[in-house]
Nanobody, 123 residues
Framework: VQLQASGGGLVQAGGSLRVSCAASGRTFSTYGMGWFRQAPGKEREFVAAINWSGGRTSYADSVKGRFIISRDNAKNTVDLQMNSLKPEDTAVYYC?????????????????WGQGTQVTVSS
């Protein structure tokens, strides 16, 4: 599967932004999907995950209650709606795909990665 992230940009603190990930291939609905982010000088960290049907989701504590992950298997897309954004949310956001239908938070769980999209939150 090939992944293409889009939708990043500059937003003020407290604002909202939606990033999307488009996947190629006819078997998208069999992949668990995740979003990660990497700020300058920091390790890439888990943000959110969703199982193949979209019926189960998982979030990092730092974004729980503010971010929502969703997917549309008919369109081969997975989105991350980000609300109440904070300057510490500034990072490059990556989507990732896993062959396993479980909610993984470890990077090694995902063999397929998109190129990333920059999200900058100004204070």
């Amino acid at each position: 599967v090939q992944l293409q992230a889009s939708g990043g940009g500059l937003v003020q603190a407290g604002g909202s932004l939606r990033v999307s990930c488009a996947a190629s291939g006819r078997t998208f609905s069999t992949y668990g999907m995740g979003w990660f982010r990497q700020a300058p000088g920091k390790e890439r960290e888990f943000v959110a995950a969703i199982n193949w049907s979209g019926g189960r989701t998982s979030y990092a504590d730092s974004v729980k209650g503010r971010f929502i992950i969703s997917r549309d298997n008919a369109k081969n897309t997975v989105d991350l709606q980000m609300n109440s954004l904070k300057p510490e949310d500034t990072a490059v956001y990556y989507c990732a795909a896993s062959n396993n239908n479980v909610l993984g938070s470890g990077r090694a769980f995902y063999p397929y990665w998109g190129q990333g999209t920059q999200v900058t939150v100004s204070s």
